[in-house]
C-alpha cells in the first residue's frame, strides 16, 4: 500500500542537542512538506520542497533544517536553536501541478526532557 | 486578520445530532476546498474534497462552498461517537500550497 511513513512515533530530546525525525513516501509525489502542531493550534508549515535538491522555508523555519536528496525522503532535523521544540511534527506529500490535497503521515511527538 | 478562520471549539454535541462545522476565507482566488479528519495523536486524513462552489455528499457528510459568501462548512448527520475528532478545513488556489484552519474539535457523546 502507498503511503507516507513517519519514525519514530516518539522522540525524546535532551536539552542542547539536534534530533532527526524521518519522512519517507511511496506515493510517487513530488511535493512534500513538514508541520508542527501544538496542542490547540492548527498546522504550520515548517519547511517545504516541491522536487529533489530544492526546499523553501515555511512560517516557522528558524530552528529546523532539511534535505531532500532523494524524492522518497524528506527528513527534518530539529536543532538545539530551536527554543521549544516539544509539539507533534506531521509530514505530508502531494502532487504538483494538480490538487488533489495532501497525504499525511501518523506523526512524530518530539518531547524535550 | 488569517486568511483562513475557524471556530476551535471544542463542540460538543448528543449522538445522532447534526453537527454543523464552518469556515470563513478572505482569499477570493481560493478554488479548492477540503476537509481534514484527524483523530488524536495521528496524521489527518482527507474526508472531503470540492472543486469551486456547490454541495457535495458522501455517505453522512456534506460539504458546502459559497464562494460568493467566502465561507465553507461541513455537515454530519447522524453523528456517531467514531466522528469524534479535530476537524480541518483547508482550501488553496489553483496547485498552490493549502492554507488550514486552525481546526474544530469535536466530541460526540453518546
Known amino acids: 500500500d502507498g503511503g507516507i511513513t513517519q519514525s519514530p512515533k516518539y522522540l525524546f530530546r535532551k536539552e542542547g542537542q539536534n534530533v532527526t525525525l524521518s519522512c519517507e513516501q511511496n506515493l510517487n509525489h513530488d511535493a512534500m512538506y513538514w508541520y508542527r502542531q501544538d496542542p490547540g493550534q492548527g498546522l504550520r508549515l515548517i519547511y517545504y520542497s516541491q522536487i529533489v535538491n530544492d526546499f523553501q522555508k515555511g512560517d516557522i523555519a528558524e530552528g529546523y533544517s532539511v534535505s531532500r536528496e532523494k524524492k522518497e525522503s524528506f527528513p527534518l532535523t530539529v536543532t538545539s536553536a530551536q527554543k521549544n521544540p516539544t509539539a507533534f511534527y506531521l509530514c505530508?506529500?502531494?502532487?504538483?501541478?494538480?490538487?488533489?490535497?495532501?497525504?499525511f503521515g501518523s506523526g512524530t511527538r518530539l518531547t524535550v526532557v | 486578520q488569517k486568511e483562513v478562520e475557524q471556530d476551535p471549539g471544542p463542540l460538543s454535541v448528543p449522538e445522532g445530532a447534526i453537527v454543523s462545522l464552518n469556515c470563513t476565507y478572505s482569499n477570493s482566488a481560493f478554488q479548492y476546498f477540503m476537509w481534514y479528519r484527524q483523530y488524536s495523536r495521528k496524521g489527518p486524513e482527507l474526508l472531503m474534497y470540492t472543486y469551486s462552489s456547490g454541495n457535495k455528499e458522501d455517505g453522512r457528510f456534506t460539504a458546502q462552498v459559497d464562494k460568493s459568501s467566502k465561507y465553507i462548512s461541513l455537515f454530519i448527520r447522524d453523528s456517531q461517537p467514531s466522528d469524534s475528532a479535530t476537524y480541518l478545513c483547508a482550501m488553496s488556489q489553483g496547485a498552490q500550497k493549502l492554507v488550514f484552519g486552525q481546526g474544530t474539535r469535536l466530541t460526540i457523546n453518546p
Open positions: 505530508a506529500s502531494s502532487q504538483t501541478g494538480v490538487n488533489y490535497g495532501y497525504t
